[in-house]
Structure formats: C-alpha cells, structure tokens
C-alpha cells in the first residue's frame, strides 16, 4: 500500500516537526501553538499517507497542471477583494476559526507549471524564449504575492523557478544576459528614479543590523539567542531571549534562533545532518523518477525546501535580510506544513513506479506521446 514511501526520509522529517514541536513548547505561555501545531501534524501526516498511495501521473498532462495553475492565480487575485490582512499583508483567507494561505499551495503549482515546460522542451531547452516564457508563467504568480505585500514569499517563488532553470538545461549565457539586464535596470533605478529615503530603506534591508533599534531589531535578537546558545545550548525550556519575548515571532520566522538557543552548536549540527538527509534522499527519489516530469517535480520540491532553509537559516543568524520565511516542517502554521507534506506525499506516490516505467516514459517524453 506504501511501497513507495522512503521510511528513513519520513522519518527525520517526523524528528524535525518533533523538533519544532518541542521548541514551540519550551515557552508557549498561554498561548496555544503547541496544541494547534500537533494537530496541523497529524492531518498533514495522514494527508502525507493518502497521497503516496495515488497515482500521480494524471498530472503529466497538460490540461490538468494548468487548471492547478489557473486556480491558484484564481485564489491569489481572491486574496485582494477578501483576503485578510495581518502584519501589513493581505495574505490569508479567515473563515471563523480557520485560516488559509493560498500562496503555499501556489508554490507548488509553481514546481508544477515548471516541471511539465521543462519536460516537454528538454530538447531544444537551451533558447532563450524558454527562459523568457517559463519567467511569464511565474512572473504572474510573483507579482500577486510582492503586491500582497509577501516579499519573503516572492523571493522564495523567484528562486525556486531560478534553481530549475539551472537543473534544466538552459543556456548558462542565456541566464547571463537575462540576469545582466536586471542588473543594468536596477542600477538605472537606483540612480536616476529612486529618491534618498527609499535608497536609505534597500540598504536597512540588505543589512538590518546596521539599525538594530528599528528595522533590525529582530535581527539582532535572532543573532543574540543563536550565540548564547554556546556548544550545548542553555536546555529545554531555558532560552531567556525567547522566554522572555526579547524574540518576536519565535515560534514561525525565528524557530531556528529559539532551538539553537536552547540546544546549542551541537544541535544545530544535527538538525543540518537532518535536513542533509531529507535533502539527499529527495534529490535520489527524483533522480529515479519514471519519467522528466517527475525528475523535475522531485528537484523542485527539494530546491524548494532548501530555499526555504537557506533564507530561514541566513536571516536566524544575521547573514540574509529578514523577510518573514518558515522553516519547513519546524515552523508554526498548518497551511505550509499541509502543503509541505503534500508535496513529500506526491513524491513517494511517483516514487511507486519510478524504476518500472524510466525508460518508455522518457522516451515518449521526447517525442510527444502522452498528451
């Protein structure tokens, strides 16, 4: 019934929500993220469980990625006539007691629309239209979620369309030239267009502990909690910084600060050894996968986790601007762990017939077969 499911992946992903679980836990007061989270688990986890026993490849043709496409651009156009707004961003639908954030499941109808281009122009990927156009699709989406305004997310979409890009076989020059020409056009705007004030706001941005008593006051509570943590962190339950709400946002933008507060060098170094390992083994389902699609589904989906990590991680410690990113599987809030979840569910799914079916899928990939 679960064949296809990597029970040594699933299992450090279980550890990492554990992790976050018991992060969470250490100083959540009176508040109820705990309780929310564990149940966001286990609805994920049955989810996860439905989703690697379907046969996924339905979603091959074409018809049906872009109605999955079409619906979250649908949903993300929705957001601004009744979407609710929270921190500034109006980025969530509220019914009663339930919230919904649309833009997560857009991510993975990013990797999708992305997957099923790539897959079908992989012999002639290396013209430059093939950039421009697969830019379109996500352009689309990342311009909804930056008017939001969702920045931390839209960079999350732009780099995960940048990481297939790479993975896919388009032409390194190509990506050059595109990404000269951004270059050239920001530097016209920072010269000619922006004024000093909106100049005076990139740079907080890029480097928010140059004003650690406004903008990167976050920041720089994230970098203390990290450093005092030492080599085997201050135990469970005794992270002053977060214990003490000098950390805003511990549970969902700042985990990674909060759990290495109170575990230290040591595990944080195991917390990585976990990610690796869920990355690699990602990276090795998809490396068998039946057919181009789900090689790309599969790369997708780690490059989009990894993203997430990088940007989550960078920003804990000082490196990268804040910009509100989760950590997967560790961070509060159902939405993203659902969809998380769903992601790995559809990847053990195709992992079921990935050997059987490589190579007469892959060559009617090529020529077209299967439409």
């Not at 979407?83 to 919230?99: E, H, I, M, R, Y």
């Not at 575990?263 to 998809?286: E, N, P, S, T, Y």
Request: glycine share 12%; hydrophobic share 50%.
């Amino acid at each position: 019934m679960w064949s296809g499911i990597d029970w040594i992946l699933t299992g450090c992903v279980c550890v990492l929500v554990s992790a976050g679980l018991v992060t969470m836990n250490s100083f959540v007061g009176e508040t109820a993220f705990f309780d929310k989270q564990v149940i966001s688990f286990f609805i994920s986890f049955g989810i996860f469980l439905i989703a690697s026993m379907i046969d996924w490849r339905f979603l091959r043709r074409t018809r049906v990625v872009m109605i999955l496409y079409s619906v979250s651009v649908f949903l993300l156009l929705l957001l601004f006539i009744v979407g609710s707004v929270f921190k500034g961003a109006q980025s969530w639908f509220s019914l009663g007691g339930f919230t919904f954030q649309p833009v997560d499941s857009a991510k993975l109808a990013v990797i999708l629309v992305l997957s099923k281009y790539f897959s079908r122009r992989h012999i002639e990927i290396a013209h430059i239209r093939h950039i421009i156009l697969s830019g379109l699709y996500v352009g689309i989406i990342f311009l909804l979620i930056f008017l939001q305004p969702d920045f931390g997310s839209a960079i999350i979409i732009f780099a995960t369309w940048l990481g297939m890009v790479l993975v896919s076989g388009i032409s390194k020059k190509h990506l050059l030239t595109v990404g000269i020409l951004g270059v050239c056009a920001f530097g016209f705007l920072w010269v000619f267009v922006f004024r000093p004030y909106q100049k005076a706001r990139i740079m907080t941005f890029v480097s928010p502990l140059s004003d650690i008593r406004g903008s990167g006051y976050n920041a720089y509570q994230s970098v203390i909690a990290v450093g005092s943590g030492g080599l085997s962190g201050k135990g469970i339950g005794y992270g002053t910084q977060s214990k003490l709400q000098f950390l805003p946002e511990y549970q969902t933008d700042f985990i990674f600060a909060a759990f290495a507060e109170e575990w230290g060098f040591f595990g944080v170094v195991l917390l990585f050894i976990l990610f690796g390992i869920v990355f690699v083994r990602m990276l090795r389902i998809a490396s068998r996968g039946g057919s181009n699609f789900e090689v790309l589904f599969g790369t997708g989906l780690t490059i989009l986790f990894m993203t997430h990590a990088t940007i989550h991680i960078g920003m804990n410690i000082g490196l990268l601007p804040v910009t509100g990113n989760t950590l997967p599987f560790m961070s509060y809030g159902g939405s993203h762990m659902l969809n998380e979840f769903l992601g790995l569910g559809i990847l053990m799914g195709m992992n079921k017939y990935s050997r059987a079916v490589h190579k007469d899928l892959s060559q009617n990939e090529i020529v077209g077969v299967g439409e």
